[in-house]
């Protein structure tokens, strides 16, 4: 996997918006790839830029600056008649399945609109995909011609999920697809998901703040602080032994049922608005190892050592304990 | 009525909070009432965090809303009582319950947005809650509320008075309405959610501080979020369908659930160490509120259904503190103890 | 910004709120649409037919009250049916609202809809065209527009939609922008479906209920607005019997004929209740379904 070319590739990657407050570096200089079959887990806090890398990767953001490459092609400026055959092979799953499905639209009809907008075929074709992508999602067969708001949460997600795979894509982006479910709900959402990559081999980009369940699904984790990688690698690398002291304290910070009570790595304050951002190092303020160095000089996203899969933005890598070596 | 969710060592003191046979209901043109808290007991004793877990329409937060008098119309408590340090609250007038609210019970809500005044400074949020129900000054109240702010960990208390909520980022407003539940020393405080819109790292701070500050008095803590739970709460209660299906120490429960529903959350819930190995998630959906309720509630979604199941089972104690309303429960902690 | 409703500021009756009053939607939108049959009903008889009393005097039966045999609502200084010249009114005064609003919703919804899916220099254009209409006094306008075109039908119900457009371009934008912005919109946008489809099959019914409500009040408004002008002299010609015209001319009567008065007051507070309930009610629908959605 690591040798061949990846399906999705953000180069130097910004977005920045004007606001009457200032310039906001929504994303500064993303760096990540996304290989076929594989599923990714992108990791941050509010204000981290994970829902708007997700927009920009999908060209529903307009790049200021750096490449977005789709299977070699350079995509990130391309116009929408040239995206479509782009659209086709690269679909989102959204958080909330209560307003990613048009409520006067029966779901026969959401699920076949990728497939109109992509001349699938005739009529009678579209209706029988449809009535095989909804029973893919373990949907009854009626289920087309009724409304979305007679569908609970987890359905609803299985509605758009219907609609994101129509086509059979390279690759989905999914922002959050079960923190809007209740938590018995939402392992059945995982399941569909991986059974789907399973049979149809499609690459996850995979958006979450929840560590565990992005632990659970993902191949790598991606770590985004403040519009910036901070760490990336192996999902079981990075959660075992995180490199980066915010990775550390975010594994750390998140309660899960084993590791209550254990001693916390607790980070201080807020993470900071985009708005105004640091020198140095943008995770400096928080950080329980800064030093001068961290202040001045922004760390690069670089591979700890010669041929290491994994890639840390810090200028001390891997000097906070791993948090979870005592509990596991 | 037996006492079943009591710990051992506590049974001699009287609970803080008590509810017992709680039923709330809301009317319907066309048939009995909808019931979505359906005879509950709970008791809260000093210095003890009780956890309410349970999932969307469960009726935990409708639970947390009558025991602070807040029910939202048409809905109203059909049966039960609510005592806090042995006084029926059930029975209050609006007026009598605004002087329990902010003063004998503290509220701390899910957004703190919504719960905080927008055009009121911190100070005079503070000052006005303080000088409503304690007998002080305007100095006084200052000097109370400052100490409040710093209580909650926030630095700077005393420039922070006159902050607007609005200027405050969302981990300070949820700790001004923490110094706001707690300013005037309440006995029992209510958090509904607290720490949901938080992110990761804050949502670590306010657990830090609620832990810290609820076991102080005694805590209600309303969550979906079994590892919140497991952080900061004594005692749980796992609520489905309006009822209490396993109560016990926070511990036990976690380590060894008896109610399939508790077994089902913790099996669906993705772990650390569980990587490459599926989650196991319950089939089906929570069902919707009923009038009458005739099986057990989780009959439909039960891998252990049987027979029996067609009658709803009643919280019976199997274990000093620990209740289970499950005619067939889990098998009790298995040999192999987990490493600490 | 997104609420269903909008105004005119030739409007003189304040916003009436009737879903304020607890009455359900569905209840309000039967009780404005019955009314508004009754009127329409009403208007294609009595209206397009008015009768020989309506328009013809008889001096010997001038100034006779209500009630009096033939003459339900009396006659007036002419001795003319006052009941007959309500009716015949309708045609002016509900044909020029009618005509107004729907000028005023057609320019609107179809600048609005392009301002608010090109970006660019249409936007640009459009907003500042608006921005410019609205910030001019809307009786202004419609003094010069009445004093180049003359008096008349025509040129009263085209003054009153083109003072008016802005208005409801301005509601349509909001409102296409903050529909443009849901999620589901944006998912068909990466779904690879083209704007046109976009605008046609999520926009527009999503626009659907805004847009009827606003008719309902704009042509509320509009009824209002051409009494108005009428009664300032303004409007439609003074032999038209438009129920501005006839406020106007009972002034002179106030004391001895109150009826000249009150049968043409009647009729518009009765169009712009009808017209408001229909409003109130779409809207009111409109929330408890998108309550439901929730």
């Given amino acids: 996997m690591t040798g061949a070319a990846p399906l999705l590739e953000a180069r130097d990657l910004s977005v920045t918006f004007a606001t009457p407050r200032g310039q906001v570096h929504a994303l500064d200089g993303v760096e990540l790839s996304v290989h076929r079959g594989e599923t990714v887990g992108l990791v941050g806090e509010s204000g981290s830029g994970k829902s708007t890398l997700a927009l920009t990767l999908l060209r529903a953001i307009e790049p200021t600056g750096g490449e977005i490459l789709f299977d070699g092609q350079a995509i990130g400026h391309l116009g929408s008649r040239a995206l479509k055959p782009v659209r086709r092979r690269l679909q989102m799953v959204f958080q909330d399945p209560y307003a990613s499905l048009d409520p006067r639209m029966k779901v026969g009809r959401i699920v076949a609109e990728p497939l109109r907008a992509h001349a699938y075929g005739d009529r009678a074709r579209i209706a029988a995909r449809v009535a095989e992508l909804l029973e893919q999602v373990g949907l009854p067969a009626d289920a087309a011609g009724r409304y979305p708001a007679q569908f609970s949460g987890g359905q609803r997600q299985r509605i758009a999920i219907a609609r994101a795979i129509a086509l059979e894509p390279d690759m989905v982006v999914a922002d959050e697809p079960v923190s809007a479910l209740d938590v018995s709900i939402q392992a059945q959402i995982v399941n569909l998901l991986q059974d789907i990559q399973d049979r149809l081999g499609i690459a996850y980009l995979v958006i979450a703040h929840d560590l565990p369940l992005v632990h659970q699904i993902a191949d790598r984790i991606v770590v985004l602080y403040l519009g910036r990688v901070v760490e990336e690698g192996p999902a079981e690398q990075v959660v075992a032994r995180p490199l980066h002291p915010y990775t550390a304290g975010l594994l750390a910070a998140t309660p899960t049922v084993d590791t209550a009570g254990r001693p916390r790595l607790m980070l201080k304050g807020d993470p900071p608005s985009p708005i105004n951002r640091p020198d140095g190092c943008p995770f400096h303020p928080r950080c329980p190892i800064a030093r001068d160095r961290c202040r001045s000089e922004r760390p690069a996203l670089v591979a700890p050592d010669a041929g290491a899969a994994r890639r840390v933005a810090c200028h001390f890598p891997g000097e906070v304990p791993p948090p979870l070596a005592a509990g596991a | 009525m037996a006492d079943t969710n009591t710990p051992p060592d506590a049974r001699t003191e009287a609970p803080l909070l008590e509810i017992r046979g709680l039923r709330i209901g809301f009317p319907r043109p066309d048939g009995p009432p909808l019931v979505v808290v359906d005879g509950v007991d709970l008791s809260i004793r000093q210095g003890e965090i009780l956890g309410l877990v349970g999932e969307s329409g469960s009726g935990k937060s409708m639970l947390a809303l009558a025991a602070m008098g807040l029910v939202p119309a048409p809905g109203y408590v059909m049966a039960g009582d609510i005592r806090l340090d042995g006084r029926d609250l059930v029975t209050l007038s609006e007026r009598e319950w605004q002087k329990v609210r902010g003063r004998t019970l503290g509220m701390v809500f899910q957004d703190p947005m919504t719960g905080l005044n927008p055009v009121r400074s911190v100070g005079a949020l503070l000052g006005e809650s303080v000088r409503r129900h304690q007998k002080v000054g305007p100095e006084e109240a200052a000097a109370i509320s400052e100490a409040a702010l710093k209580a909650v960990g926030i630095p700077a208390a005393r420039e922070r008075l006159a902050a607007f909520p609005h200027q405050l980022s969302g981990g300070l407003r949820q700790r001004v309405m923490i110094a706001l539940a707690l300013v005037n020393r309440p006995r029992v405080i209510i958090a509904d959610e607290p720490t949901t819109a938080l992110d990761a790292t804050i949502q670590a701070q306010i657990l830090d501080l609620l832990r810290d500050r609820l076991h102080e008095a005694g805590g209600l803590m309303i969550t979906h979020d079994l590892g919140v739970a497991a952080e900061i709460c004594d005692r749980i209660a796992v609520i489905y369908h309006g009822r209490i299906v396993e109560t016990g120490r926070t511990r036990d429960v976690l380590a060894a659930p008896r109610h399939p529903y508790t077994a089902g959350l913790l099996a669906a819930v993705p772990r650390f160490h569980g990587r490459g190995t599926r989650l196991i998630p319950i089939r089906g959906a929570p069902p919707g509120p009923v009038s009458e309720r005739v099986e057990c509630s989780f009959r439909p979604r039960c891998a252990k259904a049987a027979p029996e199941c067609a009658a709803a089972p009643a919280l019976e104690a199997i274990a000093p503190g620990r209740s289970v309303a499950c005619h067939h429960p889990v098998a009790a902690a298995p040999a192999r103890e987990d490493a600490q | ?294």
């Fill in chain 3, 1 to 294: 910004m997104s609420d269903t409703t909008t105004s005119s500021r030739l409007s003189l009756l304040p916003r009436l709120r009737l879903w304020r009053s607890g009455l359900r939607g569905d209840a309000m939108l039967f009780a404005g649409l019955a009314m508004v049959g009754v009127l329409a009903v009403l208007a294609l008889t009595v209206g397009l037919n008015p009768p020989r009393e309506a328009t013809t005097g008889n001096l010997r039966m001038r100034f006779r009250p209500p009630g009096t045999e033939g003459y339900l609502f009396g006659t007036d200084q002419l001795g003319r049916s006052v009941a007959g010249r309500v009716g015949a009114g309708m045609i002016w005064s509900l044909g020029i609202a009618l005509v107004a609003a729907t000028i005023a919703l057609s320019i609107g919804t179809v600048l609005g809809l392009v301002a608010a899916w090109t970006p660019g220099w249409p936007r640009r254009v459009i907003r500042t065209v608006v921005d410019t209409v609205i910030a001019f006094p809307s009786l202004v306008i419609a003094v010069t527009v009445i004093a180049l075109l003359g008096r008349g039908f025509w040129p009263l119900a085209i003054t009153l939609g083109l003072a008016t457009w802005p208005i409801a371009a301005r509601v349509v934008y909001a409102e296409a922008m903050s529909i443009a912005r849901r999620d589901y919109v944006v998912a068909a946008q990466l779904a690879g479906v083209g704007p046109v489809t976009i605008l046609a099959t999520h926009v527009l019914p999503a626009l659907r209920p805004t847009l009827m409500t606003m008719f309902a009040f704009t042509f509320a408004d509009m009824l209002v607005a051409e009494s108005a002008l009428s009664f300032l002299g303004l409007g439609v010609p003074i032999t038209a019997p438009s129920w501005g015209n006839m406020l106007s001319e009972s002034r002179e009567y106030l004391v001895e004929a109150p009826w000249l008065m009150l049968a043409p007051a009647g009729a518009i507070v009765f169009a712009v209740v009808a017209l408001n309930l229909i409003g109130d009610g779409i809207a009111a629908n409109a929330r408890k379904r998108g309550r439901a959605a929730m």
